[in-house]
Structure formats: C-alpha cells, structure tokens
C-alpha cells in the first residue's frame, strides 16, 4: 500500500532558524505530492504542490525521486509560521494518501 | 465564492439523534469529500463523490449515511451515533477527481456525540 512519512511529530525551532520538515513516500511512479497547513482554529488549506514548484510565505519543496521524498524548507521561521503540516500525495479516484502531520512550533 | 462552507460549526447530539451535516460550495468543482478528523492526526476519508454519484465509500459504518443532492451541495446524516464518533469531520471538493487537483476543505463541523 502507498504510503506518506513524516517521521517527526514536534518540531520546535526559535524564530530566524532554519526549518525542514520531513516528508518521504512509497510510491514507485510518478508522484502528485502536496503539503497542506492547518493553522490554529483555520481550515486546512494548501500550502504548495511540487507541480507547481512555487515558493510560498518563504517555503519551497523538492521532490527528490532517488530519495522518494519531498521535505519542505525554509530558510528563516517566523513565529506565525506554527502550524500542523501534512504530507499528502494525490491518488487517482481523488483519494489523498496523508502523513501523520508534524507540528511546528516556532519560538520567539 | 471560492469558500467550501459548512454548517453547522458545532453540533452536540446524543446517541438516538437524527442529525445532519451540510456543505456547500459555488466553485464548479465535480468531486466533493467527507473527512473525519481527530485532534492532531491527519483527515480520514470517509466518502467521495464524483458527479454526484458515490464513488468512494471507506467501508464508514451505516450510521453515516451521504447524500449529493446537486453539484454544489453535500450533506452527511447521522443517525444513532457512538461517542467515539466526536470528531471534526470536514467537508472538501475539488475540480474533478485527477490526482494533481488541489482539494479545497471547509472549517469543519464540530461534533460531540454524548
């Protein structure tokens, strides 16, 4: 079965540090990968999808076949940054396969 | 209207209740979601609906029961629930069901099963 990894759950990083949240999959093809933000008492919303290989709010995301992952990154974490993050690839038949999310939380 | 909406936002109901969820959107979208999700963990596909047809249901136990009335509304019923059913349960569309289409998700209805 396919299958998204986000190997950590906490992240806790002071504000102006480098950020990484980790994220690897299993599909052997081909992948639609996302990563969708669920700010606190806000709606899960989309924050980037690697087809679209656009920065936004300062992250970006690579996919990396040889690794089968997808981190996301960004140089500088700022305070309103904190948020759940998911990992999500797109199946056919409209299923998202989901990671188990990771929390940032950024210090000031 | 780019919004999903989703009423109510919270709803407290005991386990002989008959209630219902309802979603909306005005986007155009053809492919229209239930989620449930539970505090810190990732939404859980419940059903899918394609063209306003079921196309997906998770194996969810019959005390759900969906409906897709039109292409812009999506109501989910609840009938006799257990307590281990409170859970956010999300509602979520999206153009059609091609595996690169962004899903848009609602603010979630709130739900306490006493």
């Known amino acids: ?108 | 209207d780019t919004e999903v909406t989703q009423t109510p936002k919270h709803l407290v109901m005991g386990m002989t209740n008959k209630k219902s969820l309802k979603c909306e959107q005005h986007m155009g979208h053809r492919a229209m979601y239930w989620y449930k999700q539970k505090a810190k963990k990732p939404p859980e596909l419940m059903f899918v609906y394609s063209y306003e047809k079921l196309s997906i249901n998770e194996s969810v136990p019959s005390r759900f029961s969906p409906e897709c009335p039109n292409s812009s509304l999506l109501n989910l019923h609840l009938h006799a629930l257990q307590p281990e059913d409170s859970a956010l349960y999300l509602c979520a569309s999206s153009q059609d069901l091609r595996s690169y289409n962004e899903q848009f998700f609602g603010p979630g209805t709130r739900l306490t099963v006493l």
């Open chain 1, 1 to 108: 079965a396919q299958r998204v990894t986000q190997p950590e759950k906490l992240l806790s990083v002071f504000k102006g540090a480098p950020v990484e949240l980790k994220c690897n999959y299993s599909y052997s093809g081909s992948p639609e990968l996302f990563w969708y933000v669920q700010y606190s008492r806000q709606r899960l919303q989309l924050l980037l999808r690697h087809i679209s290989r656009e920065s936004i709010k300062g992250f970006t995301a690579d996919l990396n076949k040889g690794e089968t992952s997808f981190h996301l990154k960004k140089p500088f974490a700022q305070e309103e940054d904190s948020a759940m993050y998911y990992c999500a690839q797109g199946n056919q038949g409209g299923k998202l396969i989901f990671g188990q999310g990771t929390e940032l939380s950024v210090k000031p």
